[in-house]
Protein backbone atom coordinates (compact mmCIF):
# COMPACT_ATOMS: atom_id res chain seq x y z
CA UNK A 1 0.00 0.00 0.00
CA UNK A 2 1.04 3.40 -0.81
CA UNK A 3 1.17 6.14 1.63
CA UNK A 4 0.28 9.70 0.79
CA UNK A 5 3.25 12.25 1.23
CA UNK A 6 2.67 15.59 3.20
CA UNK A 7 5.32 18.55 2.11
CA UNK A 8 5.78 21.56 3.89
CA UNK A 9 6.98 24.56 1.77
CA UNK A 10 8.47 27.29 4.09
CA UNK A 11 10.07 30.80 3.23
CA UNK A 12 10.43 34.22 2.88
CA UNK A 13 10.11 36.73 -0.10
CA UNK A 14 12.71 39.30 -1.53
CA UNK A 15 11.79 42.72 -0.77
CA UNK A 16 8.75 43.52 -3.24
CA UNK A 17 8.58 39.77 -4.70
CA UNK A 18 5.49 39.17 -3.34
CA UNK A 19 4.40 41.99 -5.93
CA UNK A 20 6.57 41.33 -8.66
CA UNK A 21 5.18 40.04 -12.01
CA UNK A 22 8.14 36.89 -11.48
CA UNK A 23 5.79 36.03 -8.50
CA UNK A 24 2.68 35.68 -10.39
CA UNK A 25 4.50 33.88 -12.83
CA UNK A 26 6.50 31.31 -10.72
CA UNK A 27 2.74 30.84 -9.03
CA UNK A 28 1.26 30.25 -11.82
CA UNK A 29 3.51 27.88 -13.04
CA UNK A 30 4.25 25.98 -9.79
CA UNK A 31 0.64 25.23 -9.00
CA UNK A 32 0.39 23.60 -12.43
CA UNK A 33 3.35 21.66 -11.92
CA UNK A 34 2.28 20.33 -8.41
CA UNK A 35 -1.14 20.02 -9.59
CA UNK A 36 0.11 17.68 -12.40
CA UNK A 37 1.61 15.74 -9.87
CA UNK A 38 -1.33 14.92 -7.75
CA UNK A 39 -0.38 17.90 -5.51
CA UNK A 40 -3.75 19.32 -2.86
CA UNK A 41 -2.69 22.28 -1.21
CA UNK A 42 -4.17 21.59 2.30
CA UNK A 43 -3.58 24.92 4.28
CA UNK A 44 -1.55 28.09 3.62
CA UNK A 45 -0.23 30.10 6.66
CA UNK A 46 1.03 33.43 6.83
CA UNK A 47 3.61 33.98 9.85
CA UNK A 48 3.10 36.84 12.35
CA UNK A 49 5.48 36.05 14.82
CA UNK A 50 8.23 33.27 16.19
CA UNK A 51 8.72 32.54 18.97
CA UNK A 52 11.69 30.03 18.86
CA UNK A 53 15.22 30.79 17.48
CA UNK A 54 15.98 32.00 14.17
CA UNK A 55 14.64 34.23 11.45
CA UNK A 56 10.60 34.04 11.24
CA UNK A 57 9.53 32.51 7.51
CA UNK A 58 7.19 34.83 6.19
CA UNK A 59 4.65 31.84 4.78
CA UNK A 60 3.76 27.96 5.44
CA UNK A 61 2.19 25.73 3.02
CA UNK A 62 1.04 22.38 3.39
CA UNK A 63 1.29 20.18 0.45
CA UNK A 64 -0.56 16.25 0.28
CA UNK A 65 0.89 14.14 -3.10
CA UNK A 66 -0.45 10.65 -3.54
CA UNK A 67 3.43 9.19 -3.00
CA UNK A 68 6.90 10.44 -1.79
CA UNK A 69 8.03 9.86 -5.40
CA UNK A 70 5.25 12.43 -6.95
CA UNK A 71 6.36 14.46 -4.46
CA UNK A 72 9.81 14.14 -5.41
CA UNK A 73 8.96 14.34 -9.05
CA UNK A 74 7.13 17.80 -8.97
CA UNK A 75 9.89 19.48 -7.49
CA UNK A 76 12.98 17.68 -9.08
CA UNK A 77 11.43 17.75 -12.81
CA UNK A 78 12.27 19.90 -16.10
CA UNK A 79 9.54 21.98 -15.69
CA UNK A 80 9.79 23.03 -12.01
CA UNK A 81 13.84 23.21 -12.74
CA UNK A 82 12.81 25.62 -15.30
CA UNK A 83 11.33 27.68 -12.95
CA UNK A 84 13.99 28.27 -10.37
CA UNK A 85 15.27 31.40 -11.73
CA UNK A 86 11.80 33.11 -11.34
CA UNK A 87 11.90 31.59 -7.83
CA UNK A 88 15.18 32.53 -6.72
CA UNK A 89 14.17 36.24 -8.05
CA UNK A 90 10.98 36.25 -6.01
CA UNK A 91 12.06 34.40 -2.46
CA UNK A 92 15.15 35.15 -0.41
CA UNK A 93 14.76 31.34 1.01
CA UNK A 94 12.63 28.35 0.51
CA UNK A 95 12.67 25.21 1.75
CA UNK A 96 11.07 22.13 0.91
CA UNK A 97 10.44 19.83 3.55
CA UNK A 98 9.10 16.24 2.78
CA UNK A 99 7.22 15.03 5.79
Known amino acids: MTQTCT ?14 PEFEEYS ?3 NANGEAHGGVVLSHYLISENLGQGEKPEFI ?7 RENAKQAFTCDEYNQ ?3 L ?3 VFKE ?3 LLV
Open 28 to 30: RRS
Open 7 to 20: VILEGSFHIGGKSS
Open 94 to 96: VKI
Open 61 to 67: LVIQYPT
Open 83 to 85: IIP
Open 87 to 89: RNK
